[in-house]
């Protein structure tokens, strides 16, 4: 697409041939020299006007992948700071503190469940096996006496009646 400004540009190019050849003309032929100075002029026309903005725009192109790229690492990063810092505080729930017969601090750790820990004091040197296990117990509300009473006789009323049919 040609704008006024590459219309200008083509005329100071044909000028500019022409005023070389002329000049050059006592020592070469004036075709010979405004052939030469043509094609150098219209290979730098293309390679400014053509190839150096082309090259400009992949230029762009890369850099703004590269920014988008960089971009989705920052947010891969985040997300993984994130997911650290839930596991840490998870962890740092799961510490006992067992304290010593002596007074001292025995162990600050995570232990391990249904094996055997064993654990040494660092002050008296005593050993101490820790054992922890799950166990499930059923929780269940309170019940006035009353009602389990009226149910059981209603449930031994059914079967007697039952039982004369």
Same mark, same amino acid.
């Given at each position: 697409?040609? &704008? !006024?400004?590459?219309? !200008?540009? =083509?005329?100071?190019?044909?000028? +500019? &041939?022409?005023?070389?050849?002329?000049?050059?003309?006592? +020592? =070469?032929?004036f075709?010979?020299? +405004?052939?030469?100075?043509?094609?150098?002029?219209?290979?730098l +026309?293309?390679?400014?006007?053509?190839?150096?903005?082309?090259?400009?725009?992949?230029?762009?192109? /890369?850099?703004?992948?590269k /920014?988008?790229?960089?971009?989705?690492v920052?947010?891969?990063? %985040?997300?993984m700071?994130?997911?650290? !810092? @839930?596991?840490?505080?998870m962890?740092?729930? /799961?510490?006992? /503190?067992?304290?010593?017969?002596?007074?001292?601090?025995?162990? @600050?750790?995570?232990?391990?469940?249904?094996?055997? &820990? =064993?654990?040494?004091?660092?002050?008296?040197?005593?050993?101490?096996?820790v054992?922890? %296990?799950?166990? %499930?117990?059923?929780?269940s509300? @309170?019940?006035?006496?009353?009602?389990?009473?009226?149910?059981? &006789? !209603?449930?031994?009323?059914?079967?007697?009646?039952?039982?004369?049919?």
């Open positions: 697409m040609m &704008n !006024k400004l590459n219309y !200008k540009l =083509i005329g100071y190019a044909a000028l +500019f &041939n022409i005023l070389i050849s002329y000049g050059l003309s006592p +020592f =070469i032929l075709h010979y020299v +405004f052939c030469l100075t043509a094609a150098i002029t219209v290979v +026309f293309f390679y400014f006007f053509e190839i150096k903005p082309y090259l400009a725009s992949i230029k762009d192109a /890369q850099a703004s992948d /920014q988008s790229d960089l971009e989705d920052a947010n891969m990063l %985040s997300e700071d994130e997911v650290i !810092k @839930e596991y840490e505080a962890l740092t729930e /799961q510490v006992v /503190q067992l304290p010593c017969n002596c007074g001292k601090p025995l162990f @600050e750790g995570i232990l391990i469940p249904n094996a055997e &820990n =064993i654990c040494v004091c660092p002050s008296c040197k005593e050993k101490y096996k054992m922890v %296990s799950y166990d %499930s117990i059923l929780m509300d @309170e019940t006035d006496i009353s009602t389990i009473y009226n149910n059981i &006789n !209603k449930a031994v009323d059914e079967v007697s009646n039952k039982t004369l049919e």
